[in-house]
């Protein structure tokens, strides 16, 4: 996760559409990692009967995000006088990375 978050803020200093390339690439090889290990996480954290709500969850995030952020640029592209660069280094940090929450939930309350 954290290499995926990092491929996104890194597009923040592509000034050419190879270094986009490069950036769009390293994105995409950070993303292959997420959906596998969601659906792990997901196996390992619920119930056999809860699996299926959890599942739907975290697979709405992406099409949620996908309503959501958007505004979210343009406003940000308004603000900044049209910058993409100031809204791919702004938007890049709000990422919730899942390796600093992954021990949100105690042992405890897993059993």
Not at 20 to 49: D, K, Q
Not at 64 to 77: K, N, S
Not at 92 to 100: F, R, S, T, V, Y
Request: glycine share 12%; net charge negative.
């Amino acid at each position: 996760m954290g290499f995926w978050t990092m491929a996104g803020l890194i597009h923040a200093f592509a000034v050419t559409p190879l270094q986009f390339g490069i950036c769009r690439f390293l994105l995409g090889i950070g993303e292959t990692g997420n959906w596998p290990a969601a659906v792990r996480m997901t196996s390992e954290w619920f119930p056999p009967h809860e699996r299926s709500t959890a599942s739907g969850i975290f697979n709405s995030g992406a099409a949620l995000g996908a309503i959501i952020v958007p505004p979210f640029v343009g406003y940000g592209l308004i603000c900044n006088c049209g910058s993409p660069d100031s809204c791919l280094s702004v938007m890049g940090p709000l990422h919730k990375d899942e390796e600093l929450h992954r021990y949100a939930v105690t042992m405890e309350e897993k059993q």
